[in-house]
């Protein structure tokens, strides 16, 4: 439908900038762990600290 094409394009816009910022003013390249879990952990803590400061800003 022409809902979930718009949807879907304003995603890709979305999702970059989060990778973006992660990348450089997180500078996180690279894992350090190997393995599923403990990449997905690793990936969890950074979601975790790139949301926590978001939430620093607003407060």
């Given at each position: 439908?022409?809902e ?19 990348k ?12 599923i ?23």
């Amino acid at each position: 439908s022409k809902e979930g094409i718009a949807h879907r394009k304003q995603r890709c816009w979305d999702i970059e900038a989060i990778f973006g910022d992660i990348k450089h003013n997180m500078n996180f390249k690279r894992f350090a762990l190997r393995g599923i879990e403990k990449v997905n952990v690793e990936i969890g803590l950074v979601a975790m600290a790139h949301n926590l400061k978001k939430l620093a800003l607003v407060i």
